[in-house]
């Protein structure tokens, strides 16, 4: 059964509805939509901000860390106040002052593969906004078991990549970033990383998931696009699915 919009919701969002193609439409598809963000840090902060902002009724929120002083150049949900509080607590706060016509769910918890299948229940899509291999196998997992779309999106220093998984149908990521061992992968605390670059990849992910969410068609199922802000190029890959996989073989 669908909500409808109020009339204090129209007002708040009256210039997206305004946009040609999106209209009440849309906007009630968004209100009567679960979506859940794992991790809120760089690239987490400007997605559930958007995604909260442009309405989406029930977000779930999930972080295990608290605010550190250098996550503040990027992480733009946090401020000086903030450092050493939990993330989630901090992000929920301020995510229902900005709209408080949207639930928030936070979570404290580090994903791991026997929490995954719960933490991600329920959901009409998952945002990946990890910054480490592992969870995210676990979140893949667990979003292919469960039918759920996953907008998988990575960035270190001035480069960044996203697809868009649709389960069943488009390569999962095992199919193409499988077996990698997070102690053997550059991080962002040696290599450093441009919070233009995250801010991009960011907003990319977020459209890809209001496309889903509003029955529209996403950009990026099968094709992984890779980003470099030193010379702005912007390159589609088709990724496969592979037959064998062990996750959606
Ligand atoms: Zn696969």
Redesign the pocket.
Known sequence: MSIPLTSEEKAYYARQITMKGFGEKSQTYLKNSKACITGLGGLGSPIATQLAAMGVGYLRIIDHDTVDLTNLHRQHLYSIDSVGEPKTAVAAERLRKLNPYIEIEAINTEIAPDNAANLVKDMDIVVDALDAMAPRYAINKACVDLDTPFIHGGVIRQIGTITTIIPHKT??L??FKGGIDDSKLPSNASQGVHPSIINIIASIQTSEAIKILTRKTPSLPGRLLFFDLEDLTMEFIDIA??DK?K???
């Open positions: 390569p999962c095992e199919c699915k592979q996989c996750i959606c073989g």
